[in-house]
Antibody, heavy 124, light 112 residues
Framework: QVQLQQSGPGLVKPSETLSLTCSVS??????????WGWIRQSPGQGLEYIGS???????YYNPSLRGRATISIDASKNEFTLNLKSVTAADTAIYFC????????????????WGQGTRVTVSS | IVLTQSPDSLAVSLGETATMTCRSS????????????LAWYQQRPGQPPRLLFY???TREAGVPDRFSGSGSGTHFTLTISNLQPEDVAVYYC?????????FGRGTKLEIK
């Protein structure tokens, strides 16, 4: 049974970088069958797809993040990381990591399972 | 692709049927494989979303058959029959037809 466990700070100062890690157990992150991604949820924006990556390095980011997001993978630790730079109060949200099946080249499917979520507040 | 869910909230009596809809601004039916690239999730307070349906109507393992998903193209419906207390949640639709993936704003289901 695949489980995703998130870690990272719950408070980040404005203009700094938000960094979250998602540790995967029960499945190899270097699988050709899945994408690994980040989704956030805020009262104002609802559920917002941030981006995702494939084990071979293919990455897609939501253009709404204007180039501020970076997702990386550490196959040796079976985990992947989100870095979001230059954060503002608008980045305050619950952040989720999740897995999606690979339906084809550059085609991700539905998100399942999800991590437990990390509530991140951007405030000085 | 914009997903519009309605109603925003819904109150239904125990044992009755709850129906909610999701409309897509674009067709999410891929004619090559005749699959609708749409999923439904349930989110209870304090929990992450839980997958209910993919391909619009394929029930995820462990989801009670009181739940059903239907629709095609741009109009989709989630129906919950014989409503139970544990069904209180927010329900979201999600399209994976195009990037970036998008989600509806959700329908909040309560017990009347």
């Amino acid at each position: 049974q695949v489980q995703l466990q998130q870690s990272g700070p719950g408070l980040v100062k404005p203009s700094e970088t938000l960094s979250l890690t998602c540790s995967v157990s029960g499945a190899p992150i270097s699988s050709s069958r899945y994408y690994w991604g980040w989704i956030r949820q805020s009262p104002g924006q609802g559920l917002e797809y941030i981006g995702s990556l494939f084990y071979n390095g293919d990455i897609y980011y939501n253009p709404s993040l204007r180039g501020r997001a970076t997702i990386s993978i550490d196959a040796s630790k079976n985990e992947f990381t989100l870095n979001l730079k230059s954060v503002t109060a608008a980045d305050t949200a619950i952040y989720f990591c999740a897995r999606a099946g690979r339906l084809g080249d550059y085609v991700e499917g539905w998100w399942d399972p999800w991590g437990q979520g990390t509530r991140v507040t951007v405030s000085s | 692709i914009v997903l519009t869910q309605s109603p925003d909230s819904l109150a239904v009596s125990l044992g009755e049927t709850a129906t909610m809809t999701c409309r897509s601004s674009q067709n999410v039916l891929y004619s090559y494989n005749n699959n609708n690239y749409l999923a439904w999730y349930q989110q209870r307070p304090g929990q992450p979303p839980r997958l209910l349906f993919y391909w619009a109507s394929t029930r995820e393992a462990g989801v009670p058959d009181r739940f059903s998903g239907s629709g095609s193209g741009t109009h989709f419906t989630l129906t919950i029959s014989n409503l139970q207390p544990e069904d209180v949640a927010v329900y979201y639709c999600h399209q994976f037809y195009d990037t970036p993936h998008t989600f509806g704003r959700g329908t909040k289901l309560e017990i009347k």
